[in-house]
Nanobody, 125 residues
């Protein structure tokens, strides 16, 4: 089993930055894909960025502003968010899967085995 705990969210003005963290514990050796998703009220959960094996995946909407990284020694996934926009407001979740993923499966939610509780990011204008 794997447990994921997100932190680092908060209320930020547009143009500001945040660094989200996702600490993983348990049987982390079984994890091959890690990703960040976000969900705004009334909308479906959407992919933000992910890492599977040695490959990194991003959506066009966040390229240049969001950076995903992994500290393997600490089993912690990070999401550095710069130049925040009001449309970035959402609950951000980290997820982990036991399979290597690529397009298009990495962008969906069905193949992820573990999810964190989410951390709220609110961007004011």
């Amino acid at each position: 089993q794997v447990q994921l705990v997100e932190s680092g969210g908060g209320l930020v003005q547009a143009g500001g930055s945040l660094r989200l963290s996702c600490a993983a514990t348990g049987r982390t050796f079984s994890v091959y894909t890690r990703a960040w998703f976000r969900q705004a009220p009334g909308k479906e959960r959407e992919f933000v960025a992910g890492v599977s094996g040695r490959l990194t995946y991003n959506t066009d909407s966040v390229k240049g502003r969001f950076t995903i990284s992994m500290d393997n020694a600490e089993n912690t996934l990070y999401l550095q968010i710069n130049s925040l926009k009001p449309e970035d407001t959402a609950v951000y979740y980290c997820a982990a899967g036991s399979s290597l993923m690529s397009r298009p499966t990495i962008f969906g939610t069905r193949l992820y085995d573990y999810w964190g509780q989410g951390t709220q990011v609110t961007v004011s204008s």
